[in-house]
């Protein structure tokens, strides 16, 4: 059951993701981003676009690693990602985004890891992480 949800939710995603496309926009000036399950969400939909559709990026905030259903293998071309997590998340624990980021790190992605000390949220210093990010993604 949670495998047919995921599914069409991510379908969903990329649904607007090729409605963007339709418009005139390059996957390139695309990253797709999310918080906590919207995290893990973006991250489905980021590892699992086409070929044809190398994304500028993928932040994925304090995502979850659901041993329920695995994190999908990297078919899509690397790119630059921004992984961010609290030490002190007692809704998403910390293993979770070390292994988001140890999975894209081996898939051959360019992560960028911000941790803070603090609970399951956006802190000031993610924030400011998230806005380097987007002005150049390939900056460490």
Known sequence: RLDQEVAQTRAQLWGV????????CSCADIVLAGFSLGGRMALEVALLAPADCVLGGLIVL??????????????????????????????????????IKEHLE????????VTFTGPHTIAPEVEAAVLRFLRDPAAP
Do not use: Y
């Open 106 to 113: 081996r898939a051959g992605h360019a992560v960028t890891w």
């Open 17 to 24: 993701v090729e409605g963007v496309r339709e418009r005139g």
């Open 62 to 99: 304090s995502g979850v690693d659901n041993k329920d259903h695995p994190l999908p293998d990297a078919r899509a071309t690397a790119f630059p990602v921004l992984v961010a997590h609290g030490t002190q998340d007692e809704v998403v624990p910390m293993r979770d985004g070390v292994a």
